[in-house]
């Protein structure tokens, strides 16, 4: 998603004038006033990237070397890398069917006297079982985190995603709904943490002639904050957008066997930021990747995401996935997953295309 680029020339326009290109600029704090009432969280802040944001939030309790952070493998690399790179090492439960976030049975499994933390993503947008999640954490007085990258604007039962657990890690990427071009956000739901977070943001910098903290580089500049205050106010009509789409794409594939559709959790407002079916060989005919390849041979882009997985990768290759099954679900489900096209740009036409693959195939 971009915005008019008439726009976009202007603040360049303002940027130009004001010269500050940087150091946390006029349109960078406007942006960052703005999200914090969008996300309803006293501590908002951006970051240059996703990654950058997620590797502060584990840094800013200071985990203790060594230590565990129980995650999922059906991410991205990122959220296992910024595990490891904060001197931490991650370990993989299993996901549930139905949503495919961590299993809190598999989670309780996995706790060992070294872990720290957990560290739960909401994939696709599909909401971690967070009262679950909290009770565990609460019990073996453990920390715990959300990537929410793919959760931007939801809502639990009226209640912001951004307010859970002791901090969300937003991506703005450009693949992302609401985008920066690179970007991403901290948020927590303690307005004390804002200072240590700025401080941890911009080299632990507290003044001209003070450095409080082992800080990185993660501040946002103002092109990107540009981009952001032009996409924010886009948001709401592409969400709409996209929702007619998922109408679509459920009457339209609803009665194939075989073809398991994003779940609707009740009480949980859509990020309508992944459309991602679950494609049952046996049942359906033919195998995910066949599907893949048939839309790609069509110049139609879907994506096996996630696939392969954490554990597939090298640093962690080796790695056990704790189950309370005979074999980890993820090691089946990473092999049907396939996000279609979702986005304000398909048409009726291209709609017709993808779905008489689906039928072709199942013939």
């Not at 202007?10 to 006029?26: F, V, Y």
């Not at 070294?114 to 679950?132: D, F, K, M, Q």
């Not at 954490?137 to 809502?155: E, I, M």
Request: proline share 6%; with cysteine.
């Amino acid at each position: 998603m971009l915005p008019d680029l008439n726009d976009f020339h202007r603040m360049l326009g303002d940027i130009w004038q004001s010269k500050a290109l940087t150091n946390c600029g006029p349109l960078h704090q406007q942006l960052e006033r703005e999200l914090q009432c969008y996300l309803d969280v006293p501590t908002a802040m951006l970051f240059n990237n996703g990654t950058i944001a997620l590797l502060v939030a584990l840094k800013l309790f200071d985990l203790p070397i060594g230590s565990e952070v129980i995650t999922t493998p059906l991410t991205f690399a990122a959220t296992a890398h910024a595990i490891t790179w904060n001197g931490l090492k991650p370990v993989f439960v299993d996901v549930l069917p139905h949503t495919l976030t961590l299993d809190p049975a598999a989670v309780v499994k996995a706790i060992t006297p070294r872990t720290s933390a957990i560290l739960g993503v909401h994939v696709y947008g599909n909401v971690c079982e967070i009262e679950a999640l909290e009770c565990i954490s609460k019990q073996y007085n453990l920390r715990l985190f959300f990537d929410a990258a793919h959760a931007f604007g939801v809502t639990v039962n009226g209640r912001s995603i951004a307010s859970y657990g002791d901090a969300s890690a937003f991506s703005f990427h450009a693949t992302k709904l609401f985008n920066t071009l690179e970007g991403g956000l901290l948020a927590t739901n303690r307005p004390e943490d804002a200072e240590i977070i700025y401080h941890l943001r911009n080299f632990g910098i507290k003044n001209e002639e003070e450095v409080v903290s082992v800080g990185i580089n993660g501040k946002l500049n103002e092109m990107q904050a540009a981009i952001g205050l032009l996409n924010l106010p886009l948001v709401e009509e592409e969400k709409r957008s996209r929702a007619g789409l998922k109408q679509k794409y459920r009457e339209l594939l609803n009665d194939l066997p075989g073809i398991q559709l994003p779940p609707e959790q009740q009480g949980v407002t859509s990020s309508e930021q992944y459309f991602p079916i679950v494609v049952d060989p046996a049942t359906f005919g033919c195998t995910r990747d066949d599907l893949y390849d048939e839309l790609k041979a069509r110049q139609i882009f879907a994506r096996k995401y996630f696939h392969p997985i954490c554990t597939d990768f090298d640093p962690y290759k080796g790695f056990p996935i704790y189950s309370v099954r005979d074999t980890p679900f993820v090691d089946i489900i990473k092999n049907r997953v396939l996000c279609l096209p979702y986005h304000s740009g398909v048409d009726d036409t291209d709609l017709s295309d993808i779905i008489s693959v689906f039928y072709n195939k199942n013939i």
